[in-house]
């Protein structure tokens, strides 16, 4: 893979921290300047993969979250969000829309949905007690189009 | 997020201003439950002009709030979302269950 720019960070399991992870992404990905409609659909996303970490990876425990943010060829952005909490032992099933282990938390279930729809390639790898992987790719649309 | 709630005749307006997510739906959640739970308004409305960003979480915290209300007699309705967050609503298809303005 080639990589034109990249960062990486880590954080807490702490839902303050939502936003700051999708405020750390924006502001990297500014940098390709994508459209008011791609940078929402990827702080979107960033979101919920976080938010899936925080509620479901670490649900009543804490761990560190890993992001990484990649610019590569084509203007093409590549997103990973790895926990190294409770694992997701079903993933097909995860990734049902509406389905959610954490109703009490009014969790919609909507989250790898909404993932799914606002980048253009999704992968979950997941490892029950290892933890999950999130990664996702999205092409800007080509400048001036 | 913040949230100014006026009422008048039966309707409640709620106008919400900032980011939802995870973190802030649970405070949104308190203070709008409170209200609808003290003051058992017919029509309570979400406006959600002013909300600049919106994930998932904001799909939970319009339907508890339909539930609620529902459950209190009354209806929900949201009022002025931004492109972004239309889309996000669309998405959960939401729009068959509570009335968006």
């Given at each position: 893979?080639?990589?034109?720019?990249?960062?990486?960070?880590?954080?807490?399991?702490?839902?303050?921290?939502?936003?700051?992870?999708?405020?750390?992404?924006?502001?990297?990905?500014?940098?390709?300047?994508?459209?008011?409609?791609?940078?929402?659909?990827?702080?979107t996303a960033v979101s919920e993969a976080v938010t899936n970490a925080?509620?479901?990876?670490?649900?009543?425990?804490?761990?560190?979250?890993?992001?990484?943010?990649?610019?590569?060829?084509?203007?093409e952005i590549y997103i990973r969000v790895k926990d190294t909490g409770c694992g997701i032992a079903d993933v097909k099933k995860?990734?049902?829309?509406?389905?959610?282990?954490?109703?009490?938390?009014?969790?919609s279930g909507l989250g790898f949905s909404v993932m799914e729809s606002f980048t253009d390639r999704l992968s979950v790898r997941s490892e029950p007690g290892r933890g999950t992987t999130v990664t996702m790719r999205k092409k800007l649309a080509a400048h001036g189009s | 997020m913040n949230i100014?709630?006026?009422?008048?005749?039966?309707?409640?307006?709620?106008?919400?201003k900032g980011e939802i997510d995870h973190h802030t739906a649970k405070t949104a959640r308190?203070?709008?439950?409170?209200?609808?739970?003290?003051?058992?308004?017919?029509?309570?409305?979400m406006?959600?002009?002013?909300?600049?960003?919106?994930?998932?979480?904001g799909i939970g915290l319009i339907m508890g709030r339909q539930k609620l209300m529902k459950e209190c007699g009354g209806?929900?309705?949201?009022?002025g979302p931004q492109p972004g967050i239309r889309r996000v609503l669309r998405l959960s298809g939401i729009e068959r269950i509570v009335k968006i303005i």
């Open positions: 893979m080639e990589i034109l720019n990249e960062i990486r960070f880590s954080m807490p399991s702490l839902s303050v921290n939502e936003s700051a992870a999708r405020a750390a992404v924006s502001s990297f990905i500014v940098q390709a300047d994508p459209t008011v409609e791609e940078l929402s659909d990827i702080r925080i509620v479901h990876g670490y649900r009543g425990t804490s761990g560190r979250i890993d992001i990484t943010v990649r610019l590569l060829p084509e203007r995860a990734m049902e829309p509406l389905f959610t282990t954490a109703p009490e938390e009014e969790r | 100014d709630i006026k009422s008048e005749k039966g309707t409640a307006i709620a106008v919400l308190a203070e709008l439950d409170s209200f609808i739970i003290n003051m058992q308004p017919e029509i309570l409305a406006d959600m002009s002013g909300i600049t960003f919106m994930d998932s979480s209806s929900l309705e949201v009022r």
